[in-house]
Each structure stands twice: as structure tokens, then as C-alpha cells.
């Protein structure tokens, strides 16, 4: 299964239902979190999904699959994960400031899921703007 598509707009769901995800979605609409990772061989390949691409807009959805936000790429880039930067890092919004503590909080995540990963594995880092913010509509 590949990306939902959602008002037209491929989607995007942050962590996993419930309060990760919640909070994740919360990060987004008040400007905090700006970008976003992914494992490229399970979060894309798996499922036959392109990268996104500089402005494509996407649905984000809360943990009921409802379009809360409209998301627009601004950059979009596939790097080994030992190469993530400090700026992408940041970017995220999720309280790491190096690619170090990026690498330390994705790994055991990844894993648990059954992800291979090692400084090799291809990670898609995602740059976006929060374009729409639908919670009050």
C-alpha cells in the first residue's frame, strides 16, 4: 500500500497513531517541526512511492485520517544516514541538534521496527512549509 491520496494530494502521517502522531502534528502547525525523515527502502521502495518533489503539496492527516494541514516541499534529498546534517536535524523540530543525536534517536526506532540500518542505508530528509492549517475549518 502506498500513500494514500487524500483531496487529490498524496498524504502524509507522522509516527504512529495516537499521541506520537498527535504530537508530531502538533509540531507542524505551530511552526516548529519543518522537515521530516524517512527509511527510503521500507518507507518508499516497499510501496513502489516516488520521493516528493519541491512543491508538491500533501494532506497531513491526525490519527483518525482526517486532513488537518496541507503541507508544500521545499527540498527534498536522499542521503546515507551517517551523512544526515546538523541543519536537517534542526529542521525536524523534534529536539536533536546534530545529525549525532538524530542518528541516536532514529536508529532504535527503526530497528525495533525491523529496518535494516547502518551508515549506508538511504534516508529521504523532506523540507516542507505548513501552506493550510485546517483544525478550525
Same mark, same amino acid.
Given at each position: 500500500?502506498?500513500?494514500?491520496?487524500?483531496?487529490?494530494?498524496?498524504?502524509?502521517?507522522?509516527? &504512529?497513531?495516537?499521541?506520537?502522531? =498527535?504530537?508530531?502534528?502538533?509540531?507542524?502547525?505551530?511552526?516548529?517541526?519543518?522537515?521530516?525523515?524517512? +527509511? #527510503?527502502?521500507?518507507?518508499?521502495?516497499? +510501496?513502489?512511492?516516488?520521493?516528493? +518533489?519541491?512543491?508538491?503539496?500533501?494532506?497531513?492527516?491526525?490519527?483518525?485520517?482526517? +486532513?488537518?494541514? &496541507?503541507?508544500?516541499? &521545499?527540498?527534498?534529498?536522499?542521503?546515507?544516514?551517517?551523512?544526515?546534517?546538523?541543519?536537517?536535524?534542526?529542521?525536524?523540530? =523534534?529536539?536533536?541538534?546534530?545529525?549525532? =543525536? #538524530?542518528?541516536?534517536?532514529?536508529?532504535?526506532?527503526?530497528?525495533?521496527?525491523?529496518?535494516?540500518?547502518?551508515?549506508?542505508?538511504?534516508?529521504?530528509?523532506?523540507?516542507?512549509?505548513?501552506? =493550510?492549517?485546517?483544525?478550525?475549518?
Amino acid at each position: 500500500m502506498g500513500f494514500p491520496i487524500v483531496n487529490g494530494m498524496r498524504s502524509i502521517e507522522f509516527g &504512529t497513531k495516537g499521541p506520537n502522531r =498527535e504530537k508530531l502534528n502538533a509540531l507542524v502547525l505551530d511552526g516548529t517541526k519543518r522537515a521530516t525523515a524517512g +527509511h #527510503f527502502e521500507n518507507d518508499y521502495q516497499v +510501496h513502489g512511492e516516488p520521493l516528493e +518533489h519541491v512543491g508538491e503539496k500533501l494532506a497531513m492527516l491526525d490519527s483518525e485520517g482526517n +486532513h488537518v494541514g &496541507t503541507l508544500e516541499i &521545499t527540498r527534498a534529498e536522499l542521503v546515507r544516514f551517517a551523512d544526515v546534517t546538523d541543519e536537517f536535524a534542526i529542521a525536524e523540530g =523534534e529536539g536533536d541538534f546534530t545529525g549525532d =543525536e #538524530f542518528r541516536t534517536g532514529y536508529l532504535p526506532g527503526w530497528l525495533n521496527m525491523g529496518y535494516q540500518v547502518n551508515g549506508d542505508t538511504i534516508v529521504s530528509c523532506v523540507y516542507f512549509e505548513l501552506v =493550510e492549517d485546517l483544525r478550525s475549518l
